[in-house]
Each structure stands twice: as structure tokens, then as C-alpha cells.
């Protein structure tokens, strides 16, 4: 006669082994794809929060700088290079379009009697403001 196993057989078949892939499997994958994903979306949200423009939005290219005509109208040239007749370099230099929020940049509107008038500029921090014009708020 046979001895009785020690432990007595399970009342419920034992489950089949599981096909596919395990949780931790499906968690590093979901991992590794999301990473360059959350990489990208921080750095479009510092560029947000800093004010950097996604786009190159400079009134002139690098190694230039704007000048204005007494007329009236505007235009660049290379920086110490002579102006043409009636045009004298523009008092902000080269500047973004616009600097509203932007890190480094102080907005400012010229002193005026119309409020209006919604025109504004920008000045490097720490630089001198142009006669006629004072800081936006």
C-alpha cells in the first residue's frame, strides 16, 4: 500500500500559467516611452514660464543692430557700419519683438499724454532707459 501524500491535494485546480507580459513589464515600458515625452513637455514649460520665444523674434540677426530715420520707418545694418543719410541707430539696439514676461528684459512705454497709445518696447535690465520712455508698471 502507498502512503498518503503529506499534504492533502488542493480542493480547486491550480490556475493555468499566465500568458503575456507581467505588470512590471508593462510599468517599465510605459516608463521608458514616457520619459522623452515628460523631458520635452518640462522644457517647453520653462521656456513658457522664462518667457523665451519658441521662435527667433529679434528685430535684427545676430551682428546687427537697428536704426530708425528722423522720417519715420526702420531698418538694420551691421553694427559700427555706417548709416545711410537722415537714419541714426535705434536708442533700444538689438531687441525682441516683444518682451512681455521675458527673463532678463524690462518693458517700456513712452511718456505721453494718451493712454491709449499701446505702444511699448523693451531694455535690457540694468540698462539705461532712453529719454521719453519709463518702465511699464
Known sequence: MSTPPPFPAPSHPS???????????????????????????????YLAVSG????????????????VYDEGGSACAKEGSPLPEGAHWDPFGNRPLSCTDRWGWVEVEPVRGDPNDPRTDCVRKGEPI???WHAVG
Request: charged share 15%.
Open 15 to 45: 490556475q493555468p500559467p499566465r500568458r503575456g507580459h507581467s505588470t512590471w513589464w508593462w510599468v517599465g515600458l510605459i516608463t521608458v516611452l514616457a520619459s522623452p515625452l515628460l523631458l520635452i513637455g518640462g522644457y517647453v514649460g
Open 52 to 67: 523665451t520665444p519658441f521662435l527667433d523674434e529679434w528685430q535684427c540677426s545676430d551682428g546687427e543692430a537697428p536704426y
Open 130 to 132: 532712453p529719454e521719453g
